[in-house]
């Protein structure tokens, strides 16, 4: 089950913040600690720029976050997406959770007016990879055209 | 010469319009007409949305365009950066306009406030890859890790 987080409802906001608290530390990432982070995502979510998707088990346990934006397109009235963070907790891999918040960052996007939506992945998160390709992502601009690489830094 | 296009500059708008117009026909992707999109990038930049940087000659020409997206980080008060566009003219390429685009994008991006900037390329634009190496960017996620890859898909 994949609900999406209001800036109200604190339970939902704490179990998100502590799940991307985490991921940065699986990850070897600098992190805020959960109290903190769980401050600075409510007020991303009240003005627009963040969309929290939250997977939760059978029993209600939180599983897993995907982290979205949603901005308006620099060529038209239309959203564009980017999935910013997808996460899904260790033990729980491989169960569907992934899929299922894929499922809801197309879902979500589509009905916010989105025509359009990007991912950034690292080439050794196989899984990952497994997932945006099965939720009908592609790494290649066009039909077999060349790979999209990104590029970073720190400012 | 590098400017940061404001709503109010109509010259300078018109131009950036211009220049994304022939971006796309260029890459032959789909494109609005220069006037429609000049109203859309107008708009963009009034909310916010969009950072437009207009590249000129030295003879006030417009010969490039950088479209930079500053949104509010996840995980602090800091802003992240998002290049979502980089053009030169094919008669000026090669000569340091898209040099003096990355230095302004990095510049605007730092005073704005942000402590990170990324950027999606294709891996057979050697032209582009090259500008964004000399500017700092990096395709490895942290000291020789694992290439970055992009995924999309159209909604």
Chains 1, 2 share one sequence.
Request: proline share 5%.
């Amino acid at each position: 089950m994949v609900e999406i987080v209001t800036p109200e409802a604190d339970d939902a906001l704490a179990a998100v913040a502590t799940l991307l608290h985490d991921f940065n530390l699986e990850y070897d990432e600098p992190s805020p600690e959960p109290e903190e982070l769980a401050v600075t995502l409510r007020t991303r979510i009240a003005d627009g720029n963040a969309t929290l998707l939250l997977a939760r088990d059978e029993s209600g346990g939180p599983v897993g976050v995907a982290a979205l934006r949603l901005q308006p397109s620099l060529w038209s009235d239309a959203l564009e997406a980017y999935l910013a963070e997808l996460y899904v907790v260790p033990a729980r891999r491989g169960q569907g959770f992934g899929r299922e918040l894929l499922t809801a960052v197309l879902d979500t996007s589509r009905a916010a007016g989105a025509d359009y939506v990007y991912v950034i992945t690292s080439e050794d998160d196989r899984l990952a990879q497994r997932a945006y390709e099965a939720a009908g992502f592609r790494r290649n601009e066009g039909e077999g055209g060349p790979i999209l690489w990104a590029y970073e830094q720190d400012l």
